[in-house]
């Protein structure tokens, strides 16, 4: 038998300790996945307050020196995932040891030093993905993750000439870690890489392009997205680059990770699955409770779990709310999000105008957001555009059809209720095209008439609840990626030191 492959997974976020988004759940289940199917991975992530709380016997196992420019000292913790997953917690308690978000201030604004910060991430984890690591243990293949680990394929190529092969995973291109030109010096980067092919993206530096540029594969999040970003409408300026190093970039969808399951939910009010639907009803009833909405039991309920953001087409749902609460159903309509401010103040406005009709519930809260997806009836997910996006998923496997925009990750998962597709048992929700206010209204208009329905609203249920998002699936694509890059790199070692990975 040949030996584990072993990845270094990097990350800026891990749930449940911290997450901002959908980064933070990949970040858990795709290594235990990978575990699962063999490989020797270990991931490594900021040592945010949260984590060595959450680990409190993490030990010390190498302390390592300022890597160059301002970059400080740091040191290395290592504890285990409950899955049993080695962590390396990158302790750095000026960089990473603050209240707030991971990339925020409680305030709401980026932190200053982000390119201090992250840049400390990418570094170390390059040192560790080369002979001058002070572990024993060498990663075959580094696996970073967005913009905040996008800077150690650059590292490894200028200041180590080679290590493990490099893999690049984008979860979205609309966060690229921009910097001014003099961040370089800081970062510890040689001049010479402020140029085209290295870290320069119009006169700033970019640290998700050195990903781009340098990693031997990319990967992105759905295989839709990983076309559309070669396009100049989605590719963010960086589509040009996309489209030169297409022949190594492909789509892996994410899974769902087992937290997520209705049958064995400890969040939810009474579990249930795709045979005993009417279990859903007591969810329900509770979520109703808990958000104080009063009247109609009958009309149905709309839900919304999402960062509030233009991506995520808060403005349309906005726009569209009053006509779909005044409409024939009665709906009601929860949502559960924080974000852009006008967006917050436009969904406790709608409250107001709904008194026990909408519930406008602002914040982050992991607990409401799965008893929202037990209880709501149809799913809200309008996104302008969406690498692949957790939440339909989650919706499918939890029997609330989700209404969203064919883009990306949606437009990979789920499938139209058009009479032929339910004919065909495929239906799972309600797709729109034009990422515009009266595409959604139809949509969710459409998606309100057939929840009426009973008979076809089951079959649709049933359908999205019997759909395979495993982790495994996941995992076995990954695994071919990183054979691919290690091949990739054993030729670019034969071919000599000029080779840059594209
Ligand atoms: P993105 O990563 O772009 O925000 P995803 O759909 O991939 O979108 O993942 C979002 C994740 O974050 C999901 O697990 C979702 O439940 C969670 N989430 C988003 N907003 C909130 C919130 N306000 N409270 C709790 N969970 C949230
Ligand atoms: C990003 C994307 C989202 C994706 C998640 C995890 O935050 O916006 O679509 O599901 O990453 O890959």
Redesign the pocket.
Known sequence: MSPALRVLFVTSEIAPWQKT???G??SSALPEALARAGVEVRILVPAYPALPLAFPDARPIAEIPPPGGRLPASRLLQAATPGGVPLLLLDCPACFERPGGPYQSPRGGDWPDNALRFGLLSRVAALLASNASPLVWRPDILHCN?WQSALAPAYLHYLHGGGAATVM?I??LAFQGLFPPSTLADLGLPQSAFVFDGVEFYGHLSCLKAGLQFADRITT?SPTYAREIQQAELGFGLDGLLRHRSAVLSGIL?GVDARWNPATDPLLTKHYDAQHLAAKEANRRALRAELGLIGDVTAPLLAVVSRLTH?KGMDLLLAIADQLLDGPAEAQLVVLGNGERGFEAGLRALAARHPGRVAAMIGFDERLAHRIEAGADIFLMP?RF?????NQLYSLRYGTPPVVRAT??LADTVTDCTPEALRAGLATGFVFGPPDASALLAAASRAIDAWGKRRLWRRLQRNGMSMDFSWAKAAADYLDVYRAARAARDIAAASGPEYNGG
Do not use: A, K, M, R
Request: with cysteine; hydrophobic share 20%.
């Open positions: 988004g959908g980064l759940d990949i967005d995973t979860h979205n999040v994410n991506q996104s969406e690498p692949c996006g957790l990306g990750g």
